[in-house]
């Protein structure tokens, strides 16, 4: 992968090698066939949280308290129905014990003795629960489909069915080095990995936040064996970080001034168009 460079992603030269950031941010790769070409994608934003329904409180009286349903006085008993006369017995056609066994006519009364019915239809799912569009989810899946155009790898923004974005290549041969460098089951952290400005700066297009006063990286909540491996890459790189979040969000956070802008200097300019608490200073 080349000697590590501690230059901004803006002086170093674009390669297909920068979407390694997108790996360290929860990026998979698979394989066609027999592995003859792979693809990179990434699924942006956090699955949406069902929300529950308000319970009713209609009726209630103004005190909070539970009204004692009153019960209806029981009815008397029925008297028992007379007995139904029994059914009379079905006549066969003359003949029918004449006919051998397997040209016996075919008849519907119901299952035979011992049979056991057909289990009802499975219920319909519910409908996917579709939130809200993030804007900054939003922008990534632009900012990062730009990224990849412009590294020679084009790409597309499809929809899960929960409405989150999907950043997916198509299946190419020049992948296929980086998905051997990673492996892809499971997902392995090269050793070393070296971060240098253009991995950093794809990386911050797809996972990267403030977090209050500390920037965060996020990481593959899928792939948790990678996450020490990116932390010492990230401390290598000389950012200092530290592993936060919890088991759904994990990240790799980033405190102090200088290391912050040790991390700026390294991604390089702002984008054009760049979403608010996104970008390293």
Same mark, same amino acid.
């Given at each position: 992968?080349?000697?590590?460079?501690?230059?901004?992603?803006?002086?170093?030269? /674009?390669?297909?090698?920068?979407?390694?950031?997108?790996?360290?941010?929860?990026?998979?790769?698979?394989?066609?066939?027999?592995?003859?070409?792979?693809?990179?994608? $990434?699924?942006?934003?956090? =699955?949406?949280?069902?929300?529950?329904?308000?319970?009713?409180?209609?009726?209630?009286?103004?005190?909070?308290?539970?009204?004692?349903?009153?019960?209806?006085?029981?009815?008397?008993?029925?008297?028992?129905?007379? +007995?139904?006369?029994?059914?009379?017995?079905?006549?066969?056609?003359?003949?029918?014990?004449? $006919?051998?066994?397997?040209?016996?006519?075919? /008849?519907?009364?119901?299952?035979?003795?011992?049979?056991?019915?057909? =289990?009802?239809?499975?219920?319909? +799912?519910?409908?996917?629960?579709?939130? $809200?569009?993030? +804007?900054?989810?939003?922008?990534?899946?632009?900012?990062? @489909? @730009?990224?990849?155009?412009?590294?020679?790898?084009?790409?597309?923004?499809?929809?899960?069915?929960?409405?989150?974005?999907?950043?997916?290549?198509?299946?190419?041969?020049?992948?296929?080095?980086?998905?051997?460098?990673?492996?892809?089951?499971?997902?392995?952290?090269?050793? =070393?990995?070296? *971060?240098?400005?253009?991995?950093?700066?794809?990386?911050?297009?797809?996972?990267?936040?403030?977090?209050?006063?500390?920037?965060?990286?996020? &990481?593959?909540? *899928?792939?948790?064996?990678?996450?020490?491996?990116? &932390?010492?890459? @990230?401390?290598?790189?000389? *950012?200092?970080?530290?592993?936060?979040?919890?088991?759904?969000?994990?990240?790799?956070? $980033?405190?102090?001034?200088?290391?912050?802008?040790?991390?700026?200097?390294?991604?390089?300019?702002?984008?054009?168009? &760049?979403?608010?608490?996104?970008?390293?200073?």
């Amino acid at each position: 992968m080349g000697q590590m460079s501690f230059y901004s992603a803006d002086a170093l030269p /674009r390669a297909i090698t920068d979407l390694e950031g997108v790996l360290c941010a929860g990026g998979g790769m698979s394989l066609f066939g027999r592995g003859t070409a792979a693809r990179l994608t $990434i699924v942006l934003g956090a =699955p949406p949280v069902p929300e529950e329904p308000p319970e009713d409180d209609e009726g209630l009286p103004d005190d909070g308290s539970v009204p004692v349903e009153e019960t209806a006085p029981t009815p008397p008993p029925e008297p028992p129905a007379p +007995p139904r006369p029994a059914p009379p017995q079905r006549v066969w056609d003359e003949g029918v014990d004449d $006919i051998p066994d397997d040209d016996l006519p075919v /008849r519907h009364d119901g299952p035979p003795p011992g049979a056991t019915e057909e =289990p009802p239809p499975a219920p319909e +799912p519910d409908p996917p629960v579709v939130g $809200i569009a993030d +804007p900054m989810t939003e922008w990534r899946a632009h900012a990062l @489909c @730009c990224a990849f155009r412009g590294r020679g790898v084009p790409a597309e923004v499809e929809r899960l069915a929960d409405g989150r974005p999907v950043v997916r290549s198509a299946f190419r041969a020049d992948l296929l080095p980086l998905a051997q460098h990673w492996h892809t089951d499971p997902k392995h952290v090269p050793d =070393p990995l070296q *971060l240098d400005g253009p991995r950093l700066r794809l990386w911050v297009l797809a996972a990267g936040r403030w977090t209050g006063r500390a920037y965060t990286l996020g &990481l593959d909540p *899928l792939a948790p064996t990678t996450h020490e491996p990116l &932390l010492t890459a @990230c401390q290598r790189a000389g *950012l200092g970080a530290t592993l936060a979040g919890d088991p759904d969000g994990p990240v790799v956070k $980033i405190v102090g001034r200088a290391r912050q802008r040790r991390l700026a200097e390294l991604v390089g300019d702002r984008p054009r168009h &760049l979403h608010d608490g996104v970008w390293p200073d």
